[in-house]
């Protein structure tokens, strides 16, 4: 990537590129069949972020997405229409996909104390993944999933854009150089807004919902 390209260009660029990495990486595996075969792709989580990245794959040459999944009737729907892909291929549990022998690669963009479970288990099915950030709820979560990667010789690619930008090189190298000496205390602050993360009082479950 240039060193002139914009952040905003970045951004756009970015999903479609790790999907694609994700994809021709598990392509590429010795697991995989040729380099005309068709890769055949599972959905797990269909919010918004789910969707465009799930878009991304399926615009891919060569690659099949067969499947979503989502525990929301109306997330599966949404996704059915917005993707295309038959209703037989929308299903609320996601062991359905990990079932399925054809099935070559997963993406997974559930909430995020489920992106170490969902991948170890896709790790466990033989599947390759492709899995939004964050990687884990916890650290020791995170090395399960590298050690199931490790144990059924799957690949896993986690959707970390940022640290790929020539800028963050950049500032990397120069504080292992030593710009700012000894680095003894770190502080990051997120400035996004975010909508409500689902705290709630406990009620009966949505229509819809398994």
């Not at 067969?66 to 059915?80: L, M, N, S, T, W």
């Not at 590298?146 to 963050?168: D, P, Y």
């Amino acid at each position: 990537m240039s060193v002139n390209t914009s952040r905003r260009e970045f951004l756009e660029l970015s999903s479609a590129g790790i999907a694609a990495a994700a994809a021709l990486g598990a392509a590429s595996s010795a697991a995989a069949q040729s380099a005309n075969s068709k890769l055949v792709v599972g959905r797990i989580g269909c919010g918004s972020r789910g969707v465009h990245d799930a878009g991304n794959f399926k615009n891919l040459p060569n690659v099949e997405l067969a499947y979503v999944c989502d525990v929301d009737e109306a997330r599966r729907q949404k996704a059915i229409k917005e993707l295309g892909i038959e209703s037989r291929g929308a299903v609320p549990d996601l062991r359905r996909i990990l079932d399925d022998k054809s099935v070559d690669a997963v993406i997974i963009a559930t909430p995020d104390h489920w992106h170490s479970p969902a991948a170890i288990l896709a790790c466990n099915a033989g599947k390759h993944v492709y899995v939004e950030k964050p990687i884990s709820h916890n650290i020791r979560e995170g090395r399960l999933l590298v050690e199931a990667s490790q144990r059924n010789k799957t690949l896993v690619q986690h959707g970390t854009q940022v640290r790929s930008t020539s800028m963050i090189a950049e500032a990397v190298k120069l504080l292992r150089d030593g710009i700012i000496g000894d680095v003894l205390v770190a502080k990051c602050w997120n400035i996004q807004r975010r909508r409500g993360i689902g705290h709630d009082k406990p009620g009966s479950a949505p229509t819809g919902l398994d």
